[in-house]
């Protein structure tokens, strides 16, 4: 089964994630390094640079990208529950969900900061790139299809439903209040985009806090507004996340 080569050769735009690309420095804590971490990942938070300071500092992430690809590689299994019934893709993906969720979801109790770790952020990341991988080859229709559109298909996908996961996991967990703006990076961690003093922990000068702030702040006031606020409004339920997946990823022109 193939998708159109015109499909195949389409790319995703999707504007400037809320927060900067999480650099993975070869330890916890401070760094004085430059961090660029190059992925063929397209559009994934570790393929441009975050500058730190005066030097360069390149990251391999190639083992973890096969890490992906060798999950998508694997053979399709078919969920059968009875003789001549077969499950629609969203059937399979709302009878998989739960098990994706439960690795990804907020862990108890949850911190609430303001400074964003770019490594902690990364590694929760990694994790949830794996899961997501393995969640979609539990979907028939989807494992069917030939490495390359799986693929192509899956880097499309990510970052868009990655948005809308956390956003979805951070009202579950702080409520629908429109004064309330925590949102969630990880599994128990979430950044408050309302504080005023809200920075990345690389970031050791005011006046790069600043030029931070004053790029990122529209940013994150237009997620806010067009997009948490909506699903605060809306208090959408697991099944429509996961039917916004299902929407996201055979839509491959989704933008967010």
């Not at 500058?51 to 590689?73: A, C, T, Y």
């Not at 996908?157 to 948005?163: D, E, I, Q, S």
């Not at 925590?182 to 985009?193: M, N």
Request: glycine share 2%.
């Amino acid at each position: 089964m193939k998708l159109e080569r015109v499909r195949r050769k389409s790319k995703v735009h999707v504007p400037t994630p809320e927060v900067p690309s999480p650099a993975f420095p070869q330890s916890i804590g401070p760094t004085s390094t430059e961090s660029v971490i190059k992925s063929p990942i397209q559009d994934s938070p570790c393929s441009s640079a975050s500058r730190i300071s005066d030097k360069k500092q390149f990251i391999n992430v190639q083992p973890l990208e096969q890490k992906i690809k060798d999950i998508l590689s694997q053979s399709p299994t078919s969920l059968t529950l009875a003789p001549g019934i077969r499950l629609t893709f969203l059937q399979q993906l709302c009878f998989h969900f739960p098990l994706f969720y439960d690795e990804v979801k907020s862990k108890q109790p949850v911190i609430v900061t303001t400074v964003f770790n770019r490594f902690r952020h990364f590694q929760f990341i990694q994790r949830w790139w794996l899961e997501l991988a393995k969640l979609l080859m539990k979907c028939e229709q989807f494992a069917q299809l030939n490495f390359e559109d799986k693929w192509l298909l899956y880097k499309h996908a990510w970052l868009v439903f990655f948005k809308l996961e956390r956003y979805f996991s951070s009202i579950q967990v702080f409520g629908t209040s429109y004064n309330d703006n925590r949102i969630l990076y990880d599994d128990t961690t979430a950044l408050d985009y309302s504080h005023p003093d809200l920075t990345v922990a690389e970031f050791e000068t005011l006046e790069k806090r600043e030029q931070w702030k004053n790029l990122m702040m529209p940013i994150l006031e237009k997620y806010i507004k067009s997009i948490v606020n909506p699903m605060k409004a809306l208090q959408i339920s697991q099944f429509e996340l996961i039917y916004m997946l299902a929407q996201v990823l055979w839509t491959s022109q989704c933008k967010i």
